[in-house]
């Protein structure tokens, strides 16, 4: 008997490949509170505690040690204050300087190009010009 080939629609996809599993984030509140759940366990409990947060042993050991160094703590989020009123008009201010300033900077790089002009024509017509004034004062 002849073996049947597969039709363009029918699936050939092997159904256990899995795709490759994203790899899990405790934040530092998870952490602490799965250490705290690990501490609290009686003996015998643990492995359980493990296989419900998804985690290896060398989680908990990295973690403690973590713990102890103070680690997680620092990885707590602080809750950010909002901006103080001095601080929303030293920002609206700064931003108000870099128009400016980016403005006067086009100003001048239109001047300087006129400047440039004026030279050339000035040396096509063999017209000289003065020197331009020196801002040494001694």
């Known amino acids: 008997m002849a073996s049947k080939k597969p039709t363009p629609d029918q699936s050939t996809h092997d159904p256990e490949?899995?795709?490759?599993?994203?790899?899990t984030h405790w934040s530092a509140r998870d952490r602490l509170r799965i250490l705290a759940a690990a501490d609290a366990c009686a003996p015998g409990e643990l492995g359980a505690l493990l296989r419900r947060e998804g985690i290896y042993s060398s989680h908990l050991a990295r973690w403690r040690r973590q713990r102890a160094e103070g680690e997680l703590a620092a990885l707590t989020p602080k809750r950010k204050a909002a901006p103080t009123p001095e601080a929303q008009?030293?920002?609206?201010?700064l931003a108000r300087l870099r128009r400016e300033n980016q403005r006067l900077?086009?100003?001048l790089a239109q001047a300087e190009v006129i400047i440039d002009v004026q030279k050339k024509l000035?040396?096509?017509?063999g017209v000289t010009l003065p020197?331009?004034?020196?801002?040494?004062q001694d």
């Open 89 to 93: 008009r030293q920002t609206a201010e």
């Open 17 to 23: 490949v899995r795709p490759k599993a994203a790899r």
């Open 131 to 136: 020197a331009p004034p020196t801002d040494a």
């Open 105 to 107: 900077q086009a100003k």
């Open 122 to 125: 000035a040396t096509l017509l």
